[in-house]
């Protein structure tokens, strides 16, 4: 890999644990990390609040290109903290509301194409771990290691119903499955980068897994994959 910024893709769903698993396994490596799914996130909470419409694809697709966004990492080893025009919005781009809208512009072509040179720009020494829903098909289709992590409807939303207990935001788990598949749906049946695994990832259900389960069996394949030796 000489000459070469390692890259490993984590792709999946909404509630597969991608985003856990991908900041564990960066931390370990002492990788950079991107969530991409942030960057949704990140065009529809700035839509919100510039006031352009969802279906304003040309709107989006100059936000996406323009938008003032940072990644700061914790330097203790918690979350990156997301930054919008300054503000640490980590915590709101995670609400439901968000999600939902973020699922919505993720599906439209020119956004995708107006993001994808900003997401490639996180690649760079000693190696990314990249996680989204098309980072090992699309984005860094020539990864190194790419895995697909995936689970159950029920299970996601268990986890997601479980993350907002105590929040002001309290949707039944009914509800909750309910806006998983539905996400799905809208994911897996876009024209563009639909969320699918690479043909050359490992697929991993972690339904009734624990974290830590999960990582292990990634930090496996990625330590076979790079070849490299870790005390984990």
């Known amino acids: ?36 799914g942030a960057l949704y996130r990140l065009l529809a909470l700035a839509a919100q609040r510039h006031k352009v419409a969802l279906d304003n694809v040309e709107g989006l697709s100059v936000l996406a290109g323009h938008m003032d966004i940072a990644f700061e990492m914790d330097p203790e080893g918690n979350s990156p903290r997301v930054v919008l025009e300054s ?41 990314l771990v990249a996680d989204g829903r098309d980072m090992g098909t699309v984005v860094f289709a020539g990864a190194e290691v790419k ?23 309290s949707d039944s788990l009914a509800a909750l499955v309910d806006q998983v598949k539905e996400r799905d749906e809208r994911d897996e049946s876009r024209s563009v980068s639909p969320l699918r695994p690479a043909g050359d990832a490992f697929i991993l259900d972690s339904t009734g897994m624990s974290i830590t389960e999960v990582f292990h069996q990634v930090l496996d394949r990625v330590k076979a994959k790079l070849k490299v030796e870790l005390k984990v």
């Not at 512009?105 to 720009?121: D, F, M, Y």
């Not at 895995?147 to 935001?169: M, V």
């Open 1 to 36: 890999m000489a000459g070469k910024v390692p890259v490993i893709t984590i792709d999946g769903p909404s509630g597969s644990g991608k985003g856990t698993i991908s900041q564990m396994l960066a931390a370990v490596l002492g990788f950079h990390y991107l969530d991409s």
């Open 87 to 127: 503000e640490d919005v980590s915590d709101i781009i995670r609400g439901e509301k968000v999600g939902t809208q973020a699922s919505i512009v993720a599906a439209i072509p020119e956004v995708r194409n107006s993001l994808l040179q900003r997401q490639r720009v996180f690649a760079r020494a000693p190696g």
């Open 147 to 169: 895995i697909f992590l995936t689970a159950s409807p029920e299970e996601r939303a268990r986890r997601r119903h479980k993350q907002l207990i105590g929040k002001e935001e």
